[in-house]
């Protein structure tokens, strides 16, 4: 066959998939509503455990879902986890596993992370990454320049990466997105969001947020020690009042030929779109850091005092339709494993729940599927909170609640299988 029909088709089967994530995905979707569930009750031992023990049925049912449960996974990994479990596994799952909701406080503190790829520290942890080719991965990236060729495909297929999670590559563009709840904002003061730079600190992203009238949203650009832009304002409705509820913000940068094209979203919704003159290289990969809630001390950024909550950052230009129907519930990750959501880089949902040892409570968990880990500096026990961004939203705006429901329910054909929230 052809390379260029081959290359046509592949288009084709990525197209009529990609609402579903993957053709994989599909395949496991339909397994699930195949399967037959027995009607039994596995919360009464007598009327499942005939031979052997029902606490031992129940012990490993927990176990399983604690070793192997996808909790990064992609969508497609979530649903063929499901279809392997038994019967009793399934009802462990659905009703009995512990599960939370969460979001983080900051006040004098902030998240650190590292872009990588870098090794896994812990030895628990590798041992659950089994490989084919090796009894475990010593690294929590794979790092691959070209993934579309590895896996078969067509070179232009997609625009994921395997290098570095915080890749700012302006040709494919970046969005940063999160939930946001700001304390009162001093006047002419610049609070920290989010602050992206490498070991050299040649090259610097920054988003803030400054106590002047109009929108409070701000961003500066530096590349190879040159200010490309620097205290931008964007956004159009946001205000200081505004910001101290809770909302949902996006921000996108991508290159359009020799400019510099941001957009601003609030709720799902396209809010501003600005462009700059000039466009990017892409910033230096190698040993690329940044920081959630603080920023640079040079630049007179002061540590962010609020609430976040579903932190994301892509290593693409999320489009309007992408982040309108997504910015009110989770994703999903795998970007390690599957190659359908590797434009994702770091996803912090901070449902880990809180354990009360801050040696485990300062870990922010990765869901992209690459261990991204951030770690909690300054974290206190007022650090974490078992609430939700998208419940709280909800509470003030019950009305949003029904339709946005329903507008989740018709455009999202894959369900999740933990709680949205």
Sequence with gaps: MPVQQITFLTQIKKDAFSDAESSRNVKAISEKHRSFEPQIDYSEPLSFARFGSAELYYQGAFDRIKDFYPYDGSDAEYNEFYNKSLDIEKYIFNNLYPRTNGYVNFSSSSISLKGGPHTISSDETKGLFKDPESSQRETANIYDEDIYTTAGLPTDYGEGTRESNLKCDFQKGVTVEFWLKNDVLDTNTKQALFHLTNSSGGDEFTLFLSGTSGSPFFTTLSSSNVARFGNERIGNTPDTSSIQQWNH?????????????????????????????????????????????????????????????????????????????????????????????????????????????????????????????????????????????????LQVLPLASTLIRLSTALTQPCLALEPTW
């Design 249 to 393: 913000y996006a921000v996108s940068f991508k290159n359009t030929g020799s400019e510099t094209s941001t957009k601003f979203y609030v709720n799902g919704v396209l809010d501003q779109t600005t462009v700059f003159a000039g466009a990017f290289n892409p910033l230096t990969q190698a040993e690329t850091i940044a920081h959630i809630a603080s920023g640079s001390h040079d630049q007179g950024h002061l540590f962010f005092s609020g609430s976040m909550d579903e932190f994301r950052f892509w290593k693409t230009e999320r489009t309007a339709q992408d982040i309108g129907r997504n910015w009110f519930g989770q994703v999903r990750g795998g970007s390690n494993t599957d190659i359908s959501n590797t434009t994702l880089g770091v996803y912090y949902k901070f449902n880990e729940g809180i354990t009360g040892l801050t040696g485990s409570d300062s870990v922010v968990l990765d869901y992209s599927g690459r261990i991204s880990n951030g770690t909690f500096n300054g974290y206190t026990v007022t650090s974490r909170n078992t609430g939700s961004a998208i419940v709280l939203y």
